[in-house]
């Protein structure tokens, strides 16, 4: 180490000159501190970019899908609202589940799979009525199976009350 020379001529004229010698060159430090500056900002847009990037849209956007698929997508919904038109809600679900798995997480089979789940609720059976009730039931539940319907909340505290209602159908039958 030079600033421990025994020759004078050797040692760093003053304080200032052998703090330098230990702190390296300025061209070192300005790259380190540029390397610092770009990967603060290379985080905070990798974090932007986490944050904003929507957890609901499907993985592969409709467009980028193929002709085929998209073709068969609008015809299992077609086929759907055909059914719902007539009133058959398990067929109407049967052709919405099927386009909802061609494209998992469109917006449009999501509505018409919650528009189907509303029409159940609406349909409720009267509370006394334990068989129709225990039916209802295990429709509620087929609807729960299904994958983008397992968290819908509306479905939920349905299958909930009437859970309460068969229990106390069956409490009072005893």
Do not use: C, W
Not at 41 to 65: K, N, W
Not at 150 to 159: A, G, M, S, V
Request: charged share 30%.
């Amino acid at each position: 180490m030079r600033g421990l020379e025994f020759d004078r001529t050797k040692r760093p004229a003053d304080a200032a000159a052998f703090i330098r010698t230990l702190q390296g060159p300025i061209p070192v430090k300005r790259s380190i501190a540029a390397l610092i500056a770009l990967l603060a900002i290379l985080s905070g847009v990798l974090a932007v970019r986490s944050l904003t990037q929507d957890e609901t849209a499907p993985d592969v956007p409709f467009s980028e899908l193929s002709a085929e698929t998209r073709d068969q997508f609008y015809s299992l919904m077609e086929q759907g609202d055909a059914e719902l038109e007539f009133g058959l809600i398990n067929s109407a679900l049967f052709y919405y589940a099927e386009a909802y798995q061609l494209h998992e997480r469109n917006p449009e089979a999501e509505r018409r799979l919650e528009a189907v789940a509303d029409l159940l609720i609406a349909k409720a059976p009267e509370a006394g009525d334990k068989e129709r009730l225990t039916v209802y039931l295990r429709d509620i539940d087929n609807l729960l199976g299904r994958k983008h319907l397992q968290n819908y909340d509306k479905l939920i505290e349905q299958r909930r009350a009437v859970a309460r209602r068969l229990a106390a159908l069956s409490a009072n039958s005893q």
